[in-house]
């Protein structure tokens, strides 16, 4: 079945590293994705990872996939006020169409 | 360069009315996707176009609703008589195909076109 879950709410200090967590029902996806939404705003692409990868490093972001346990994460490093919005994984299944997790609202307490 | 542009931004009508949204791809990109995202939810997926063909829809796009992109460009999502049920924000986006042509090229979105219903 197609199900991606994430928690609702992360609270973090400003400084201080985020990790947000997802996990997805289907092992056909392909890639895995992760979106960023500011209020009234649509989604911004942040990184992706190619299923048979185990970790990607972008900058401040990394990403961990752990397919065995279809498990993703994304940790930001060094967390700043405007690293606050709602954070969504994605996953891709070949079909043209991405699976979205209900989302993680981050807020960063300065 | 310009990203993937929606319009209008919002649109607030009443409870039977039709309305039309229009979205602009980044001008590269022959793939287009129209989602619908409720408020707390992730994106759902309603359509999709590889240049002016339609080869997706989901069971979510009821009969009430149509999209076209006729010349493989732009593309209009048209909601006939609405229903309060069909306030959500309005997201599209595109994408590049890859070599393979599988749709591993990450989707771009637009700011989306939020619906409100009286």
């Known amino acids: 079945g197609e199900d991606v879950e994430q928690s609702l709410f992360l609270s973090v200090r400003e400084g201080d590293s985020s990790v947000i967590n997802c996990t997805y029902t289907?092992?056909?996806?392909?890639?895995l994705y992760w979106y960023k939404q500011e209020p009234g705003a649509g989604l911004q692409l942040l990184t992706y990872?190619?299923?048979?990868?185990d970790m990607k490093q972008d900058q401040r972001l990394t990403v961990l996939l752990n397919k065995k346990d279809k498990h993703l994460s994304l940790r930001i490093a060094d967390t700043q006020t405007g690293d606050s919005a709602i954070y969504f994984c994605?996953?891709?299944?070949?079909?043209?169409?991405?699976?979205f997790g209900t989302g993680t609202r981050l807020k960063v307490l300065a | 360069d310009t990203g993937v542009s929606q319009d209008p931004r919002h649109k607030i009508t009443k409870r039977g009315q039709n309305v039309t949204f229009r979205c602009d791809p980044i001008?590269?990109?022959?793939?287009l996707y129209w989602y619908r995202q409720t408020l707390g939810q992730g994106p759902e997926f309603l359509t999709y176009?590889?240049?002016?063909?339609?080869?997706?829809k989901s069971r979510l796009l009821s009969d009430r609703f149509s999209a076209e992109r006729p010349k493989g460009s732009f593309s209009t999502l048209e909601i006939q008589r609405t229903e309060q049920g069909d306030s959500a924000m309005y997201l599209c986006?595109?994408?590049?195909?890859?070599?393979?042509?599988?749709?591993?090229?990450?989707?771009?979105f637009g700011d989306g076109t939020r619906l409100s219903i009286l």
């Open positions: 986006a595109s994408s590049l195909p890859d070599r393979l042509g599988r749709s591993n090229q990450p989707q771009h």
């Open positions: 289907d092992s056909s996806s392909t890639y």
């Open positions: 990872i190619f299923s048979n990868m």
């Open positions: 994605a996953e891709d299944m070949g079909t043209y169409k991405y699976i």
């Open positions: 001008s590269e990109h022959n793939r």
């Open positions: 176009f590889q240049n002016e063909a339609q080869l997706e």
